[in-house]
Each structure stands twice: as C-alpha cells, then as structure tokens.
C-alpha cells in the first residue's frame, strides 16, 4: 500500500463547477499538508499549506485535513478553464523532514 | 510569496558529457533544498535533499557519484548530472525550504541527452 494515495484522473468538469479532489493515506504521523497545481511543463506551485486537523480557506480554494480518517480534500468553487492542470497533494511529517506525493490528479475544466 | 529560481530552464547536451543545474531561492532563505525528478504524466520522484553546508542525503537507487549536488549557501545548491546518458533525460524540479517549512518548487530543467 503507497503511503498516499490519488486518484490519478482525468477529472473533467464544466466551467463553475464545484471541484473535490481527494488523497487519502495510511501513516497517522504526518502533520503537515498541503496542495500544488502543477501546469504543463512547470514547477509545481504551492496552492495551500495545514497543518493538522481542520479546514482552511483562501479565495475560491478550501482544504480540509481529516486526520482521523486519513483523508484530506481540496474544493474549487466557480471552476475556470484556467484551473485546468494536475493537482497534487503532498504531507510530510514536520520540519524540514520530506514531503510524499502524491500522484496527482489531471483536472481539464471546460468552458 | 517564496520565489526559487532554476537555470537552464532547457539543455540539450551529448551522451557523456556533464550537465549542471542550478537553483536558487530569490527571496528567502532555504534551509533545505530538494532536487526531483519528474516524467511525463508522473508524480515527483525525490532524488536528494540537502542542506547547507552539508553532504546532501540520497534516496534509495539514486547514483550519489552520477547527481552530485552542492548546496555552498543558503541560496543556492547545484545538481550536476555526470556522464549523461539518454536515460538521463528527464525533466529535474528543485524545491527549496525556508523557516517555515513549506517546500517553494522552481520552474524545471527539461534535460535531453543525445
């Protein structure tokens, strides 16, 4: 079993809607959890950051950290075809400690 | 927010020569730089981490003798690819660390070896 887990996609939605994207993982020490938006040929790009438990909000992005079920969420309201990319999420466990991956989730939104 | 730079964004290089990347964080700090590896339609792939002043930690089944990597500041840490072959060609991401933990990526290396 991968320490996380994706669901790789394609995701395809039309434009304004509501977007889940989920990753799930199996070890409980980690605290720190955070999401990317990686376009094509690019660096990824740092989208939200927790840590621990709870929800976090920021602009049209909300994460959620479930620790006790091991499952982590990002929504996207009013999607734009400009949030087409691939999604990863990434936790680790603190400090400066690396990050596991994800395998990311291609999202296309369509006008 | 935290900006790292990479340079050369692309190299085309032949099959045994040597190839340097490097990479920068422009307005921070980094305590701890990252180099991955990442091919097409798939995740990162951690090569290293490294820290300044320090020999930089390896993962498993990464040639610590084929990517050398130097991290001499704060600022700055380099991924030479020695010896390239075709096999090397790959697209090479660094990410660096600052106080706050969260890892700033740069933009790529698109690395081809003919």
């Known amino acids: 079993q991968k320490e996380v887990e994706q ?11 509501i977007v889940s994207l989920n990753c799930t993982y199996s070890n409980s020490a980690f605290q720190y959890f955070m999401w990317y938006r990686q376009y094509s040929r690019k660096g990824p790009e740092l989208l939200m950051y927790t840590y ?9 992005f909300t994460a959620q950290v479930d620790k006790s079920s091991k499952y ?5 309201r009013d999607s734009q075809p400009s949030d087409s990319a691939t999604y990863l999420c990434a936790m680790g ?7 596991i991956f994800g395998a990311g989730t291609r999202l296309a939104v369509h006008p | 927010g935290a900006v790292v730079s990479q340079h050369p964004s692309r190299v085309i290089c032949k099959s045994g020569t040597s190839v340097k990347i490097e990479c920068r964080s422009l307005d921070f700090q980094a305590t701890t730089m990252f180099w991955y590896r990442q091919f097409p339609k798939k995740s990162l792939m951690l090569m290293a981490t490294s820290n300044e002043g320090s020999k930089a ?4 089944g990464v040639e610590k003798d084929k990517f050398l990597i130097n991290h001499a500041s704060l600022t700055l840490s380099t991924l030479t690819v020695t010896s390239a072959h075709p096999e090397d060609s790959s697209f090479y991401i660094c990410s660096a660390s600052g106080r706050t933990y969260e890892q ?8 081809t070896v003919t």
């Open chain 1, 7 to 17: 669901d790789p996609g394609p995701l395809s939605v039309p434009e304004g809607a």
């Open chain 1, 52 to 60: 621990s438990s709870g929800n976090k909000e920021d602009g049209r």
């Open chain 1, 72 to 76: 982590i969420s990002l929504f996207i």
């Open chain 1, 93 to 99: 466990t603190g400090g400066y400690n690396k990050l």
């Open chain 2, 57 to 60: 930690t390896y993962e498993q």
């Open chain 2, 104 to 111: 700033y990526f740069g933009p790529g290396t698109r690395l």
